[in-house]
């Protein structure tokens, strides 16, 4: 199956880069599959270092998005993991990661991209401002919801799915991650 094969090879990466990056950690970030985040490297340095997210990273590369979330930014990444992935009806992954369907993946990941850098209390500010709502507009035009109850800070699609931030303020050269439990979705 073409998808294991691209987790595979996304898996080796991981490998050989956790190995490159293990030294010069700069930062108390919080581990993320298993792995340290280096607050000096970039989303996708990081990103291929941690176990819970390698269809989120096959996906990255599929959709030709690796080199954009390497540049400067500053973003600020929704990295749905895994089992996230896994949620989703049976065969969607493997049929976004089609050739003819790649605009389509490109979209859904990023409307899970924000061009800035916003890190949890800066988001509970910004709804705390707005009422308790706050609209977030993604690079990938979706309008998405932040919502927070005590220190979770939650993330509504425009399908009115909701994602939790299971691990905040991840620190990355060019932005932060928060690491989520679900897959955004754009209107369709």
């Known amino acids: 199956m073409k998808l294991n094969k691209t987790i595979a090879a996304a898996s080796a990466a991981a490998l050989f880069a956790g190995a490159a990056f293990a030294a010069g950690h700069s930062g108390a970030n919080p581990m993320v599959g298993g792995a340290e985040m280096f607050a000096d490297k970039n989303i996708v340095e990081n990103a291929v270092n941690s176990a819970d997210h390698t269809i989120l990273v096959a996906a990255v590369q599929a959709a030709g998005l690796v080199e954009t979330l390497q540049g400067e930014g500053p973003f600020t990444v929704f990295a749905p993991t895994n089992d996230a992935f896994a949620a989703l009806p049976e065969g969607t992954v493997e049929e976004l990661l089609k050739p003819e369907n790649l605009d389509q993946l490109t979209t859904i990941l990023t ?78």
Do not use: F, R, W
Request: hydrophobic residues 45%.
């Open 111 to 188: 409307c899970h991209v924000v061009a800035a850098d916003a890190m949890s209390m800066a988001i509970k500010g910004m709804i705390d401002d707005d009422g308790g709502k706050h609209p977030v507009q993604t690079v990938g035009g979706c309008t998405l919801q932040a919502t927070y109850m005590g220190d979770e800070i939650m993330i509504e699609d425009e399908n009115g799915n909701v994602a939790n931030v299971t691990i905040a303020d991840v620190k990355q050269s060019n932005g932060v991650i928060h690491v989520i439990d679900a897959v955004l979705l754009p209107a369709m």
